[in-house]
């Protein structure tokens, strides 16, 4: 079944950078649309950004737009997130996941913790 | 942006309980709702999809029902491994939107 296995984050100061990686594996990977969705520690889930199957139409939420870069490499199965100019508002596990009707398999999730 | 609005925002139930949550829409989404159970620590999973069709694997005592702006879940006998926090999410436009959660704990 659909595996998917977040990687790269860590501990950065306020102004940093972090990319986030994504592995997936037991689906064909190149075919699906994909996302990213956060959760601030003790918060609700915030869907973050998105990219279709062919890196051809991405979109971003408003808090992260201008700061924040999805890609995908379909050959290596891969999915990652570029984040640029880290907040304390940024502090969150990140999640990807799988598009169907919503999103229907999730990561575990990778802590980012930005420090100011 | 679509407002996804979660009622309650918390409840207090016991097992063999009958529960339900509410999500409305700040505007129509048609079906596409989808609701989520998330344990402490871990990845949220999903139960519905599509407002109604229960996902593979999900007992079948959580069901959705409604279209447009009004959704329910229902849990019609709650079991001790139900006790999570439950989440709607519209993915009929961007960006997505999840409702605030409901925490279901017990009595």
């Known amino acids: 079944q659909a595996q998917l296995v977040e990687s790269g984050g860590g501990l950065v100061k306020s102004g940093g950078s972090l990319r986030l990686s994504c592995a997936a594996s037991?689906?064909?990977?190149?075919?699906?649309?994909m996302s990213w969705i956060r959760q601030a520690p003790g918060k609700g889930l915030e869907w973050v950004s998105y990219?279709?199957?062919?890196?051809?139409?991405?979109y971003y939420a408003d808090s992260v737009r201008g700061r924040f870069t999805i890609s995908r490499d379909n050959a290596k199965n891969s999915l990652f997130l570029q984040m640029n100019s880290l907040t304390a508002e940024d502090t969150a596990v990140y999640f990807c996941?799988?598009?169907?009707?919503?999103?229907?398999?999730w990561g575990q999730g990778t802590l980012v913790t930005v420090s100011s | 942006d679509i407002q996804m609005t979660q009622s309650p925002s918390a409840l207090s139930a016991s097992v063999g309980d009958r529960v339900t949550i509410t999500c409305r829409a700040s505007?129509?989404?048609?079906?596409?709702l989808g609701w989520y159970q998330q344990k402490s620590g871990r990845a949220p999973k999903r139960l519905i999809y599509?407002?109604?069709t229960l996902q593979s694997g999900v007992p079948s005592r959580f069901s959705g029902s409604g279209s447009g702006t009004e959704f329910t879940l229902t849990i019609s006998s709650l079991q001790p491994e139900d006790f999570a926090t439950y989440y709607c999410?519209?993915?009929?436009?961007?960006?997505?939107?999840f409702g605030q959660g409901t925490k279901v704990e017990i009595k």
């Open positions: 505007q129509g989404v048609g079906n596409d």
């Open positions: 996941a799988r598009h169907s009707n919503g999103f229907d398999s």
């Open positions: 990219i279709t199957s062919g890196g051809d139409t991405i």
């Open positions: 599509a407002a109604s």
């Open positions: 999410l519209q993915y009929n436009s961007y960006p997505r939107t």
């Open positions: 037991g689906f064909t990977f190149s075919v699906y649309y």
